[in-house]
Each structure stands twice: as C-alpha cells, then as structure tokens.
Nanobody, 116 residues
C-alpha cells in the first residue's frame, strides 16, 4: 500500500508559477514510476509528467519547457509549473506505479486554477 499526499495547488494568474509537492509513504526510488496527472472539468485525466525508476522523465507536449518534475528526497517529488496558462486549470494528481504487477496508486488531488 502507498499513501500519497499532494500540496501546493492554488489560484494564480496566467504567466505565474506554482510548485506542487507529493509526499509518499514509501521510498520513491522503489517505484516503477512516479508522476503527475491532471483532470480538467469535462475532460479525461491526462499525464502531465513522470519519472521512471531509472530517472527517465516524460512530459506532455503541452507542458514541455514550462513544467519540471523532480525528486525532493527519498519520499517526495515536485512539479514546478512556470508560465502557467488558463488551460492548465485542473485537479492535479500524484500517481505511482509500484510492485511486480505494476499496481497504480493515486493521491487525493490538488486544485490548480489559472485566471486570465
């Protein structure tokens, strides 16, 4: 079992920055992958950024060059979001894939609202 707690969401204006954090109950270096997803109203949940166990990162095209995913320590990751756009408004979820069968775990989400 893995517990994930996100923080750092809020209301910002377009062009500003936010930094999200995800605290894990387990050592993140033991995960197959850890990352961020988001879900906007009326839309499907989508991958924002992820980092695999070997350190390989992956970003959605819409956030490349603006967002950065990284490891804070053995139990936390962050998502640095710069040059935020109105279309980045969504609930952001932390996700991990863990174990031999690749079980997926989710946090409760943190709301990000970007106003124009």
């Amino acid at each position: 079992q893995v517990q994930l707690v996100e923080s750092g969401g809020g209301l910002v204006q377009a062009g500003e920055s936010l930094r999200l954090s995800c605290q894990s109950s387990r050592n993140i270096f033991r995960f197959n992958a850890i990352g961020w997803y988001r879900q906007a109203p009326g839309k499907q949940r989508e991958l924002v950024a992820s980092v695999r166990g070997d350190g390989t990162t992956n970003y959605a095209d819409s956030v490349k060059a603006r967002f950065t995913i990284g490891r804070v320590d053995t139990h936390a990751i962050y998502l640095q979001m710069n040059s935020l756009k109105v279309e980045d408004t969504a609930v952001y979820y932390c996700n991990v894939v863990f174990g031999g069968v690749g079980t997926s775990y989710w946090g409760q989400g943190t709301q990000v609202v970007v106003s124009s």
